[in-house]
């Protein structure tokens, strides 16, 4: 089955400073992945997503990049601020199942440090 | 515009007494509907999915069951809850064929 893995765990930066968070999927069939940042107490909302066809997209402060080779795709948040402070996670959608089915990784606690 | 409502937003239940999570989506037909559990604030597990009216995929044995009586509502019952159920129960929507899904507000369940 589909497998992903999510690291780090958790990450602080300084205001300002940039953020990495990086993802692995086992499923090199694969097409879409997105990203959601959860906000504590609140479900996950999705801020950015790639698909397959596509090496590198960006919105503003935030971009993903996906390497469909070596099966990896990150998360950069750039001049981070406070209000990034949040749980992020990966996710992948299979190649099997009729409802498309996410495969979540395990999260990343972003601290921005003011 | 398209919501995704869920009720209620935080739940208290002794061991072993029924539940029933209720999930409703506005703005959109025939959306594939999902549950799914977020335990000690992380990882998110698919519990059920729903491509249509009466039709449900399980994804993980457990003590839960859904139901999708109508096109735009979920539900997510237990007859007996377990200490094991506590955690934040989730539902999502997507269009069919669509590769984004968009969650709700979720529900907190403790089980004492």
């Known amino acids: 089955g589909e497998n992903v893995e999510q690291h780090p765990s958790t990450l602080s930066v300084q205001e300002g400073d940039s953020a990495v968070i990086k993802c692995t999927y086992s499923d090199s069939a694969s097409n879409y992945f997105p990203w959601y940042k959860q906000e504590l107490g609140k479900g996950p909302q999705l801020i950015i997503d790639?698909?397959?066809?596509?090496g590198e997209k960006k919105d503003q402060r935030i971009a993903v990049t996906l390497n469909k080779t070596a099966k990896h795709f990150s998360l950069h948040i750039t001049e981070t601020q406070p209000e990034d402070s949040a749980v992020y996670f990966c996710?992948?959608?299979?190649?099997?199942?009729?409802?498309?089915?996410?495969?979540f990784g395990s999260g990343t606690q972003l601290t921005v440090l003011p | 515009s398209q919501t995704i409502h869920q009720w209620p937003a935080t739940l208290v239940q002794p061991v072993g007494s029924p539940l029933s999570l209720e999930c409703t989506v506005e703005g959109t037909s025939n959306p594939n509907l999902y549950w799914y559990r977020q335990a000690a604030g992380r990882g998110l597990q698919l519990l059920f999915y729903?491509?249509?009216?009466?039709?449900i995929s399980s994804e993980v044995p457990q003590n839960l069951s859904a139901s999708r009586p109508q096109d735009r509502q979920f539900i997510l019952s237990s007859k007996k809850l377990l200490l094991s159920d506590s955690g934040f129960y989730l539902c999502?929507?997507?269009?069919?064929?669509?590769?984004?899904?968009?969650f709700g507000p979720g529900t907190r369940l403790t089980v004492l």
């Open positions: 999502a929507w997507s269009v069919i064929g669509g590769n984004e899904q968009f």
């Open positions: 996710a992948q959608r299979g190649s099997s199942g009729s409802a498309r089915q996410l495969t």
């Open positions: 790639i698909r397959s066809n596509v």
């Open positions: 729903s491509v249509g009216i009466g039709q």
